[in-house]
């Protein structure tokens, strides 16, 4: 009963912030286009290390690695969202990107980026968050990984 009241009143608390961010007319940093993919002139298997490596680097633990596609996970930083959406089940819960690579030399690659709850369980549960200003830091790392594969 308690952890009800507590959502209830987080939800609130966030729904009066979010509708009094509309209302205010300040200016805010412009958000990165909602890009998913980016074609990089190098060999698939340079632009996998190198993906492997910056995201290990943040924190992310390789989950799959198969030819065409990398899939990375960390248990989430974002309190709000780590309320929101632990369950009575398993209060974990992670973020997951998955980085799909196809072709080479050059090498398009897309990605998605998730909150996962129940992770690793028959309940798991996937909220996409690529188009959100987490999904903004995520095309970030891969544009800086796209400068260092092309140097």
């Not at 490596?53 to 960390?74: P, T």
Request: with cysteine; net charge positive; glycine share 6%.
């Amino acid at each position: 009963m308690n952890r009800r009241h507590l959502l209830s009143a987080l939800a609130g608390t966030t729904l009066a912030t979010y509708l009094s961010a509309c209302a205010s007319t300040g200016t805010t940093a412009p958000r990165l286009a909602p890009e998913r993919s980016l074609t990089i002139g190098a060999t698939s298997k340079k632009v996998k290390e190198l993906v492997a490596l910056a995201f290990v680097e943040k924190g992310y633990m390789l989950k799959k690695d198969s030819d065409l596609q990398l899939v990375l996970e960390r248990r989430t930083d974002n309190f709000m969202a780590a309320v929101l959406f632990s369950s009575q089940y398993d209060s974990t819960v992670m973020t997951r990107v998955m980085v799909t690579m196809i072709g080479d030399n050059p090498t398009n690659l897309s990605w998605r980026g998730y909150l996962v709850t129940n992770p690793g369980s028959a309940f798991e549960r996937l909220t996409e968050i690529t188009n959100n200003p987490d999904g903004d830091n995520v095309q970030l790392v891969l544009r800086d990984i796209k400068a260092r594969a092309e140097a």
